[in-house]
């Protein structure tokens, strides 16, 4: 059964609850966006070395991760699905990692199929596969750094070794197109400790040369065209991307140490309650050469994370695959011993969140509807099913949690395939202004100026259009970098600015302005616009369209 049925039926849930939900809503702000009009840029104008969002220069991040963005567009059109697929794509491949290593580790199809359904079940895991940025991407480069480096240890002949290094020399090299130089330290972190354990050090400076060679050969050419084409790329990339993020003062996102503990457990959802049990047994087998391996594998890039200063929940992505399987591991045996203390459990707990989520969900709609009646039936019907899947799927885990062990996987997928779809319009109507955008199309195209006071809202405007000329009004944000370059100084206009240049712009033609209104300040830039515009609403969406004035 689990040969024939197991993989086929993996590759089904796939396809439902990962490609599926793909196209079911808009794009979020400011990160789908952003990612969706870089890549864009580069497809219509070929320049492939260097990022540029909305036509300002970006170095932020390097270039490959937008090549593949922009190679699910040019494949599949330039549309929702065509902008995740790429994320989609690299978690169905980390999801196949997980089957080759684990055959690889314990050569038993049980345990493959285990740590499978646990990796490709957790929340984090589905949510992150679902959406356009760089994360999923990097985080399967890094995990076949992890499993071609266990490759280069457990393999017996010459040639085995060589190819096993370099393989992971292509994944260094992709990872650092695509992320930065965190690609070269992680696999460094986990192999060093390693190979001194085994005592195998002069095996890993010997072979690893050929990592180092196939990983400067893949990246050297897109290193020298963008050092070509703009020279300051490192100086800004190495420093304000790296060195800053991690140690400055001001780094960007600074948390606490601890930050990422409390994180690593929710991601592990709806598998939590195996976190215990998971932990015994990998402590106590931690001198298997194999479960060594995991545990460097899952604490060296978690300890890593943890020292930075900058820190977003999906920078640990890439520890969830050691902890997949070593969750697998120890399910595996609790399955084959009949133990299901710790499957009940989970169920249990799981059963409780449900419950807690519906009834929660149930008093606000009765008290304070987050749902509008009537105009907002088929989303309240979408949510309640997803809960009502969840709680089913962990009723039949505590009824017959050996039989029916993966049943919250089930309920994992329904769930989160049917969240965004589920959620309230005062949610979407805010956080996906290209849905809105989509409406006024046709008003919005013939204009000859473009003007917006949000990146998110802007980087929408720009795909939905495959535009690059939207002029920042009073906004600067994330492109402060790109602004300073003299070229882009007309890019953006200030409150004492934007009168004469809205003069200026409807002499020449129509303007087009895309505005998000939250606050008092917000409102006064709207104020200062002329009065004679058509105007549109959507949430704190604002559209605004001026027609030409005589010269």
């Known amino acids: 059964m689990i040969r024939r049925w197991a993989l086929p039926l993996l590759l089904l849930a796939f396809g439902a609850f990962y490609l599926l939900p793909l196209a079911t809503h808009g794009l979020w702000i400011p990160d789908e966006t952003r990612y969706a009009q870089i890549s864009q840029e580069m497809l219509l104008t070929g320049k492939w070395a ?19 963005i922009a190679l699910g567009q040019a494949i599949f059109g330039q549309n929702l699905f065509g902008v995740r697929f790429a994320s989609a794509l690299s978690t169905g491949l980390s999801i196949l990692l997980v089957y080759w290593v684990s055959r690889r580790l314990w050569n038993d199809p049980h345990k493959s199929l285990v740590s499978t359904v646990l990796y490709m079940s957790f929340f984090s895991v589905v949510a992150l596969g679902g959406y356009a940025n760089l994360d999923p991407q990097f985080t399967f480069w890094v995990n076949l750094t992890g ?26 090299g992709m990872g650092f197109m695509t992320k930065g130089f965190l690609a070269w330290l992680l696999p460094v972190l986990i192999a060093l400790p390693y190979a001194i354990w085994q005592k195998r050090l002069r095996e890993l400076l010997g072979y690893g040369l050929v990592a180092v060679a196939v990983a400067i050969v893949i990246s050297l050419p897109w290193a020298l065209a963008v050092q070509s084409q703009e020279p300051d790329f490192w100086n800004f990339f190495f420093w304000h991307e790296h060195i800053q993020r991690f140690a400055g003062a001001d780094a960007q996102h600074a948390e606490p140490f601890w930050y990422y503990l409390p994180l690593l457990v929710a991601f592990s959802l709806p598998w939590l309650a195996l976190l215990p049990s998971t932990v015994k047994q990998a402590w106590q087998q931690k001198r298997a050469p194999g479960t060594a391996f995991l545990l460097l594998w899952l604490l060296m890039p978690l300890a890593l994370f943890s020292l930075a200063k900058g820190k977003l929940p999906s920078y640990i992505m890439p520890c969830l695959l050691p902890l997949a399987l070593l969750m697998g591991n120890a399910l595996t045996d609790k399955l084959a011993q009949a133990r299901d203390r710790a499957l009940r459990i989970n169920g249990w707990l799981n059963l409780i969140l449900g419950v807690v989520a519906l009834l929660a969900l149930t008093w606000f709609q009765l008290k304070k509807p987050l749902y509008e009646h009537g105009q907002e039936t088929l989303s309240l019907v979408l ?39 589920a959620l309230p319009h005062s949610v979407v109507y805010n956080k996906t202004p290209d849905q809105f955008i989509i409406d006024h199309l046709q008003e919005l195209q013939p204009t000859s100026a473009l003007l917006s006071n949000d990146l998110g809202a802007a980087s929408a405007l720009a795909w939905r259009l495959q535009r690059t000329d939207i002029t920042l009004y009073n906004t600067i944000g994330e492109v ?30 129509s303007v087009g302005v895309v505005m998000r209104v939250k606050g008092d300040e917000e409102i006064a830039e709207v104020n200062l616009l002329p009065p004679d515009g058509k105007r549109y609403e959507q949430g704190n969406i604002v559209i605004l369209i001026f027609p030409q004035v005589a010269p």
């Not at 260097?50 to 593949?68: C, L, Q, T, V």
């Not at 003069?503 to 020449?508: I, L, P, S, V």
Request: hydrophobic share 50%; with cysteine; net charge positive.
């Open 50 to 68: 260097s990022p540029h969002f909305m036509g300002i220069r970006y170095f932020e991040k390097p270039a490959a991760g937008y090549w593949m």
């Open 147 to 172: 499993v071609a480096l266990w490759f280069c240890f457990d393999s017996t002949t010459r040639n085995g070794r060589v190819g096993s290094w370099a393989l992971l020399g292509v994944a260094c």
């Open 383 to 421: 949510v309640f099913t997803g809960l009502f899947g969840w709680i089913i799927a962990n009723l039949l885990q505590v009824a017959r949690p050996l039989k029916l062990w993966a049943a919250p996987a089930l309920g994992s997928w329904l769930l989160l395939a049917l969240a965004p779809a």
């Open 480 to 509: 402060k970098y790109g602004l300073a370059y003299p070229d882009a100084a007309q890019r953006k206009v200030d409150m004492t600015q934007v009168q004469q240049w809205m003069n200026e712009a409807r002499r020449q033609g």
